[in-house]
């Protein structure tokens, strides 16, 4: 495997806010223009809209039903017959049991050229969260849940590392003298996040600690996509929420330049450094798609800089990942995103969010003129450096929780939701 997938530096390069692009066409979108008034900044990061926060319509979960058996929700690898592997973050495995006693068998899958693992899980019971799990080489047994109050249960494994930092595979659970009941209804509402290392949440347990943050700064243990923008829009408007997302992806360029397997060429992968694993793209129809991504093809190059992307070669190739998004997903409401993240003061003399702001709205004309209204613009303001305080200036809780809310609103609107 190409050693080149798992450097260092892959990490999205995030500038603190400068100037915001000027004079961009209408966009269907805006989560608002940040203004000097630090009140008006604050109903403008809000949408524009006091509803943002009204309760979820969403339709009632279904009931549990079917067999009893484990559910795995996300892109799993199913080729080995030992077990499904998951790579990708937001991956979950969930089981509905009755018994006291919960426990898994696990196996860490890492390649040599990985660095900042191993895996992390955020573990739950019956929602409410438990220590998390921290991966150990090989397959061991992981105590879950020991004692509980005789009945039904749920319980939740959730990844919350990269595919850089390790994979697991699951590999059989244990419920004591208790059983596997049908697994729960999962939500009715689907969204997709496909992007980059902001919305991978990528060093936002690394608050305080940089930038830049110690030992590999893309460490398993700086990383929480639970704690994305995301997945916090997910909670937001009651649906079930899939992360495609790998930090220092771009669309014609990747940060790391001699790494030539840029989003669109992984996007079609169970684990996306292997290519050999192709997704099922029936076993996820998602409603809502959001991409944010498009920095990097405008940032320095590592480990040496071969210039930006250019302006119409990044347009055609988001166009194109658009084209492909759309035939795997007829029906879905997509969304392309100008990170709040990305900066024209730096690099200097790059105009990134300028660029990736007008490939985007000439992407969305293109889909528009052939006949694909469901394709849409949206630009949060741009980012405060006080919410760019996690590892290597990215995103902390704050930013996250804030663009939740600033996508909200564009979501609804167009959904219905």
Request: charged fraction near 25%; aromatic fraction near 8%; glycine fraction near 12%.
């Amino acid at each position: 495997m190409p050693r080149s997938l798992g450097r260092p530096f892959l990490a999205l390069s995030v500038f603190v806010l400068s100037c915001t692009a000027g004079g961009q066409p209408e966009r269907a979108r805006d989560a608002a223009r940040a203004s000097s008034d630090p009140e008006a900044d604050e109903a403008s990061r809000a949408g524009g809209t006091a509803g943002r926060d009204a309760p979820s319509t969403a339709p009632s979960d279904p009931a549990p039903s079917g067999p009893p058996r484990v559910d795995f929700i996300g892109r799993f690898d199913t080729r080995d017959p030992a077990g499904p592997a998951c790579a990708w973050p937001g991956c979950r495995i969930v089981a509905r049991f009755e018994g006291t006693h919960v426990s898994a068998r696990l196996q860490e899958v890492a390649e040599s050229w990985m660095a900042g693992g191993p895996s992390e899980w955020d573990v739950s019971i019956d929602g409410r969260l438990q220590p998390k799990l921290v991966m150990a080489a090989g397959s061991r047994d992981y105590e879950l849940a020991r004692g509980l109050h005789p009945g039904e249960h749920v319980v939740e494994l959730y990844k919350r590392n990269e595919a850089q930092t390790g994979a697991t595979r699951f590999l059989g659970a244990d419920f004591g003298d208790g059983k596997l009941l049908a697994p729960p209804g999962r939500h009715v509402r689907k969204i997709e996040i496909i992007g980059d290392s902001q919305p991978a949440a990528f060093g936002i347990e690394g608050v305080g600690q940089g930038p830049p943050c110690p030992g590999v700064e893309y460490a398993a243990k700086w990383q929480d996509f639970h704690k994305s923008f995301g997945a916090l829009l997910g909670e937001k408007l009651t649906a079930e929420v899939q992360g495609t997302v790998y930090s220092g992806k771009g669309l014609v360029k990747n940060i790391w330049r001699a790494d030539n397997e840029t989003m669109p060429i992984i996007f079609p992968r169970a684990m996306p450094t292997e290519p050999a694993s192709a997704w099922d793209f029936a076993a996820y129809v998602p409603d809502v798609v959001v991409i944010m991504m498009g920095g990097n093809d405008f940032a320095i190059g590592q480990p040496v800089d071969d210039g930006p992307t250019q302006l119409e070669p990044f347009t055609d190739a988001y166009d194109a990942f658009v084209v492909t998004i759309r035939h795997k997903y007829p029906d879905a409401h997509v969304f392309l995103v100008t990170s709040p993240s990305i900066s024209d003061a730096e690099p200097a003399g790059r105009q990134s969010r300028t660029n990736v702001m007008t490939g985007i709205d000439r992407v969305v004309a293109r889909r528009h003129d052939a006949g694909d209204g469901r394709v849409y613009a949206v630009t949060p303001p741009v980012a405060r450096a006080s919410e760019l305080t996690g590892c290597g200036g990215h995103g902390n809780p704050e930013f996250h929780r804030r663009l939740a809310d600033d996508l909200a609103q564009p979501v609804r609107d167009k959904t219905g939701w």
